[in-house]
Structures are given as C-alpha cells and as structure tokens.
C-alpha cells in the first residue's frame, strides 16, 4: 500500500495506528499527525514501533523510517581511550531515581544543527504519567549527588526504545548508555531503539536495520511476558569504572 499524505488519527485515544510498513518515504517514515499523547496511545504506538516527533507549534506527528537505527545490547562501544578514562571514575549509574531530571535535562541539552527541543512540555508530562505506570524509565550518571548524564525512554515487554540522552559532564550521556545496554543484556534483552541515524551513536556501535526487521523483532519482544514497574532495585547500581 502505497500513500502519499500522512494518516489522520481519530480522537479516541485508543484508535489503532495504520500499518507501520505504510509510512511516507518523503519524508522517511511520517506516518500519521493528529491524535494526543495519553498513555495508551503512546504506548500502542511503540508496540508498533511508531514513535511522535513534532516541534512546538507543529501538529502531533508519528513516524517510523525506514531503515532504523538500532543498538544490539551487546554492541555499544567505548573507544580505547574513552575507557582508559573510566577505569579511574567514582561515578555510578542508577535507574528511575530522577526520571524528571532527566528527561527536563534531554529537554534543555541544545543539539547541533537544531533549534529549540522537540521534548514539549506537553511530552515531559507524557512521559512522566508512563513513567508513573511504571512504562517509561530513566537511566542516571551520577558524581555524588550530582546528576552528570542520563538516558530515558519506553519498555514494553523485553524492548526498549530510546527517547533521548545528555551529558552535563563530559562522556556522561556514553556510560549512561553504555550502562543501559550492560544491564538489559544481561537480562536477554537483545535491542535498544536509536528511532533515526546519528554520527555520534554510529561511533557508539548504532546500525542500520531494514524496518521490515526491526518491526519482525519489535512485534516479538514486546509480546514477552515482563511486568512493568520501577527498575530501582532491579537494576541496582553500576561503578561506571566497571564500564571500562
């Protein structure tokens, strides 16, 4: 099926999304605009492997490109000289301690190349109700009880998808990441969702998967049987040094 304007959503939150396959190729992977940002509706989308990505002033808009960018848990990669580093760090990594922080952190980070965030307010409070249901979590860096890198995003079964990360200190948004993918292989976790293509996670071990493959993995994963709920006290704390 082939179409050439994106698919308005219908207003109940619970309306199903079009079939991911069917997105735009110009632009890569629009797929629908309208809708809201309720829980159910976000998290029927990630299932689908859909994701929202507007602009303030900009009307709700979903996407899934096509190819993906994609970590395999046990493929992020801290260069030789980043690790050295490490080795002498006294941070740690923690999860859903500060998801707010974290996610207002990602918000303000200014990117290159853009201007403003395309984390609203609107979104920062989405994504605080799922985290509140335990859906959407929060990876923190910590030197001490300051907040010095983060990553947060969605799990539905055993899949995760990545929203954003920062780094308020040097390599931080690294070892939060680096952490992230330690923890969730070692729970048979096999993907993180990078959503689209970026230098910095290509260095970090990111890769191009076809969507027709990620969706095929994505389907899978999250029909697996893992309750949600805070990570605090599963994920437990990581010596950053460990990383190395």
């Known amino acids: 099926m082939t179409r050439h304007l994106p698919w308005r959503l219908d ?20 797929l629908a605009l309208g809708g809201d940002l309720s829980p159910v509706r976000l998290l029927n989308a990630y299932a689908g492997g859909i994701f929202p990505w507007f602009s303030e002033g900009q009307p709700l808009l979903w996407w899934s490109p096509d190819p993906r ?19 002498a760090s006294g941070w740690v990594v923690r999860a859903d ?21 395309w984390i609203t307010r609107d979104m920062v409070e ?17 030197d ?10 969605v799990a539905i079964g055993r899949m995760f998808f990545g929203e954003s990360m920062f780094s308020a200190a040097s390599g931080g948004s690294k070892v939060a990441l680096a952490g992230l993918a330690h ?8 993907l993180i969702d990078a959503q689209v293509e970026n230098e910095h996670l290509l260095r ?12 095929g993995l994505v389907r899978a994963q999250v029909a697996a049987d893992e309750a949600p709920g805070a990570w605090t006290a599963r ?9 190395a």
């Open 11 to 30: 207003d109940r939150p619970d309306a199903p999304f079009p079939p991911a396959e069917t997105a735009l190729r110009d632009p890569d992977g629009l």
């Open 144 to 153: 001490g009880d300051r907040l010095v890198g983060g990553i947060y995003g």
């Open 204 to 215: 970090m071990g990111a890769q191009h998967w076809p969507r027709e493959r990620f969706l």
């Open 235 to 243: 994920f437990g704390e990581i010596p950053a040094a460990s990383l």
């Open 97 to 117: 301690t500060r998801f707010r922080e974290v996610i207002e952190a990602c918000a303000a980070s200014p990117r290159p190349g853009q201007d403003g965030t």
């Open 183 to 190: 923890r969730l292989s070692s729970w048979g976790w096999p």
């Open 126 to 142: 989405a994504y605080v109700a799922l985290h509140a249901l335990g859906f959407a979590h929060s990876v923190e860096v910590l």
């Open 69 to 87: 960018m994609v970590f395999r848990t046990d493929g992020v990669h801290l260069s030789s000289r980043f690790r050295r580093s490490l080795r």
